[in-house]
């Protein structure tokens, strides 16, 4: 059995590993990785081990595998925390938020928008703070921003999706209730006949009744639903104050220059590369005059978590 | 990424497909990369209020953060429409101001207000005359308009 040899390497790996030869116990697990692929414990201790000997690549792609063979719905927090460690890796770093990027990318296919945000939004705060000696290009943070507003916008549809599905189910719900609502009343009127309670004319004004008291109550039933449905009226504009002026998308990180104009942290950065000024009133700028503008921050997360479902198809 | 112009870009057009300021209207836009818009200059003698003057947007794909270039297209079938006169627009089309330059440019202008800025430059001139050295500049002229270097020697006009 490939699987039970593999145990047994792995076992002999973490027997070499409390005793901290790294180097052996690394060995050990790459061989039970190469009897059995498809263990991903091998995998994240193995990603341990080669953060004990600094191989800093070898961490990201065992880490990355890990997650893979775990697959959907996997709750692999060790190799999670590999990936997101605010660790001191230098010449790794851009590969790994290239490769954080790359797992989100293949979390948004999957249809993890959450999952694929959380890598994103790591992958983006690596090339913000970056290590001094880091090889970051300047290009990465323009990149991974726009990647973060994209998983941003991805969860955003996805939720609402969800909801719509949910709310649509509970509409047909509720009308079915009704209508076999109706057809009790319906049955009711018809014994009361049959045991001559009520005369042929009160009987067909009573269905009549009960007829257009169930229509009202769908026509009623809808318009509350549509009502209650954003997709169903005017389109909802993302508010001014939350759109970057330069690239007029809505942002996610913004700074504040010395005349209080925000803009998004990616936009006002490349801008300022080229031309150190502020952007309105051309005074001189530098990147270390921007200040985070928390409020700012805060409103746009509260327009991310609102219920605004128009603009997924304008912007 | 393919730059961040193309989303603007749309952005623009849309907007710009609503209302915009007298005198300034889209022609075309066929790619985004290339737009074309209409001036009429309303109120000064030297520009007849009927005649079109065609400028030309061209963008890169770093616009917003870099200026796009803006000439006069001179459009020979239609006398009325032919490159205005001004001493800041060379017989070429091309247009010197500041604010189309790398260094006078700023990412939170737009189409709609160079064209207001190149609208008002028109209204406001008195002068009917080329540029200084307007012939010699036509003649070997090879440069880019971006990659020229204009001389402000006269911020009053």
């Known amino acids: ?315 | 990424m393919a730059g961040m112009s193309g989303k603007r870009l749309q952005k623009e057009l849309a907007k710009i497909q609503g209302v915009l300021p007298p005198g300034i209207t889209l022609v075309s836009a066929p790619d985004l990369q290339t737009w074309h818009m209409d001036l009429r200059i309303l109120d000064n003698p030297l520009y007849p209020p009927h005649d079109h003057y065609r400028l030309k947007f061209s963008f890169s794909k770093n616009y917003p953060i870099e200026a796009p270039e803006v000439v006069f297209l001179r459009l020979t079938t239609d006398p009325r429409r032919d490159i205005p006169i001004h001493p800041h627009i060379y017989s070429n089309g091309i247009i010197c101001l500041d604010l189309l330059d790398a260094q006078g440019w700023s990412p939170v202008h737009n189409v709609e207000s160079i064209c207001i800025s190149i609208q008002s430059m028109l209204a406001s001139n008195t002068k009917d005359e080329r540029p200084p050295g307007d012939a010699e500049f036509v003649r070997s002229n090879r440069a880019r308009p971006r990659d020229i270097n204009f001389l402000y020697h006269d911020p009053s006009v």
């Not at chain 1, 091998?42 to 800093?56: C, D, G, P, S």
């Open chain 1, 1 to 315: 059995m490939a699987s039970y040899a593999a145990e047994q390497l792995k076992e002999k790996g973490n027997v070499a590993f409390r005793n901290g030869e790294y180097l052996e116990a690394e060995d050990f697990y790459s061989q039970a990785i190469h009897r059995y692929s498809r263990n991903s414990l091998i995998f994240t201790n193995r990603a341990n081990v080669r953060l004990k000997l600094q191989r800093y690549d070898g961490v990201v792609d065992d880490s990355l595998k890990s997650i893979e063979i775990q697959g959907q719905g996997g709750q692999n927090h060790k190799a999670f925390y590999f990936l997101g460690m605010p660790c001191d890796i230098l010449s790794g770093l851009r590969r790994l938020s290239i490769a954080l990027c790359r797992h989100a990318q293949a979390q948004l296919s999957l249809n993890h928008p959450n999952e694929a945000l959380s890598s994103a939004l790591t992958a983006y705060n690596q090339v913000l703070h970056p290590q001094p000696a880091a090889k970051i290009s300047p290009k990465d943070l323009e990149t991974f921003s726009a990647f973060v507003l994209k998983c941003k916008k991805q969860k955003f549809a996805s939720r609402e999706r969800e909801r719509l599905r949910r709310r649509g189910d509970l509409c047909a719900e509720l009308e079915v209730t009704l209508d076999s609502q109706r057809q009790r009343d319906q049955s009711e009127i018809t014994l009361q006949l049959q045991r001559g309670d009520v005369g042929n004319i009160a009987a067909s004004e009573r269905a009549a009744e009960i007829r257009s008291a169930f229509d009202h109550k769908v026509a009623e039933l809808h318009t509350i639903f549509a009502a209650a449905d954003p997709a169903n009226h005017k389109a909802r504009e993302i508010p001014d104050h939350i759109i970057d002026t330069i690239t007029f998308e809505p942002m996610h990180d913004p700074v504040m220059t010395k005349t209080g104009h925000s803009y998004e942290r990616a936009t006002i950065y490349e801008h300022l590369k080229r031309s150190p000024t502020d952007p309105l009133t051309r005074e001189p700028l530098t990147i270390d005059e921007l200040r985070p503008n928390f409020g700012l921050k805060a409103a746009c997360e509260e327009f991310w978590d609102s219920g605004a479902s128009e603009w997924i198809i304008d912007w």
